[in-house]
Nanobody, 114 residues
Framework: EVQLVESGGGLVQPGGSLRLSCEASGFAFSDTAMIWFRQAPGAGLEWVAR???????YYTGSVKGRFTISRDNAKNTLYLQMNSLKTEDSAVYYC????????RGPGTQVTVSS
């Protein structure tokens, strides 16, 4: 059974940093392209970052240069390092396999506020 569990969210001031984690199980994590999404209140899902093994990492324009996606294959864990956070980054963040984007974890709340 595929399981994805996000963690690491919280309340942070504008300009601050957070690192999100996504613990994965039930599939060949090291060979699998992974993606981070987010959903702000009243908004749709927004793609944030994607990591493709052997090909590279990709980011939506609004987070480029501020967010970094990475993974630890030994721990089956995907990360999202978020720096220089802005109020508009506030959302619930989810991880998923790139090929199965409808199957997400429960998400982790990120709130950027002074």
């Amino acid at each position: 059974e595929v399981q994805l569990v996000e963690s690491g969210g919280g309340l942070v001031q504008p300009g601050g940093s957070l690192r999100l984690s996504c613990e994965a199980s039930g599939f060949a994590f090291s060979d699998t392209a992974m993606i981070w999404f987010r959903q702000a209140p009243g908004a749709g899902l927004e793609w944030v970052a994607r990591d493709e093994p052997g090909r590279g990492s990709y980011y939506t324009g609004s987070v480029k240069g501020r967010f970094t996606i990475s993974r630890d294959n030994a721990k089956n864990t995907l990360y999202l390092q978020m720096n220089s956070l802005k109020t508009e980054d506030s959302a619930v963040y989810y991880c998923a396999r790139y090929a199965f984007q409808n199957h997400r974890g429960p998400g982790t709340q990120v709130t950027v506020s002074s």
